[in-house]
């Protein structure tokens, strides 16, 4: 008689084992969801690629700065790239203002671009290879973008900043 009790529990072991397996499973199975934004993004041209990083913002960089406090900030708002450095400037923007500069005759390949601000409000960050738009964008102030950009050949590139109110801005192009 105890046999037939034994026998009776044990495939309700296994059993009670898979639902509790399957309830575990389902559970975690539902805190994943993938999401595809692809709207509104720009077709990549044959010539660059182009991938944005955004590092985190500090709320004491809504002051502008100049001099030596300038040469400062620049040297912390431009992390040491692990490539080779291409070129780099930093500034100050009047309200207003906008200036473009190129950089030297760069060899084909892939290039980081990191740019930063600072100020209360924005500035606007433009990129260009000749014709073709590599990075266009606003940046918060007290912010910092790493934009990675191919060049399929020999290129020098044209960066534009521009904001509407009293801003610092730093960048640099480096090699990866």
Not at 16 to 40: H, M, N, Q
Request: net charge neutral; glycine share 8%; proline share 6%.
């Amino acid at each position: 008689m105890g046999s037939k009790a034994a026998r009776s529990v044990m495939p309700r072991r296994p059993a009670r084992t898979a639902v509790v397996v399957f309830i575990a499973l389902g559970c975690s199975l539902t805190a994943c969801e993938y999401t595809y934004d692809d709207a509104g993004r720009p077709a990549a041209s044959p010539t660059s690629t182009s991938n944005n990083i955004v590092l985190p913002p500090d709320p004491a960089l809504e002051d502008t700065v100049s001099g030596e406090a300038l040469e400062e900030w620049a040297k912390l708002a431009l992390p040491e790239s692990q490539g080779q450095s291409f070129y780099s400037s930093h500034g100050y923007l009047n309200p207003g203002e906008s200036k473009t500069e190129q950089t030297v005759q760069l060899p084909g390949g892939t290039y980081a671009v990191t740019l930063a601000c600072r100020g209360t409000r924005r500035v606007t960050f433009s990129v260009a290879s000749g014709e073709a738009k590599l990075v266009d964008l606003t940046l918060g102030c007290a912010n910092a973008r790493v934009s990675v950009v191919q060049l399929e050949k020999d290129a020098v590139l044209s960066i534009s900043v521009g904001s509407r109110s009293d801003a610092n801005f730093a960048y640099r192009v480096s090699r990866l």
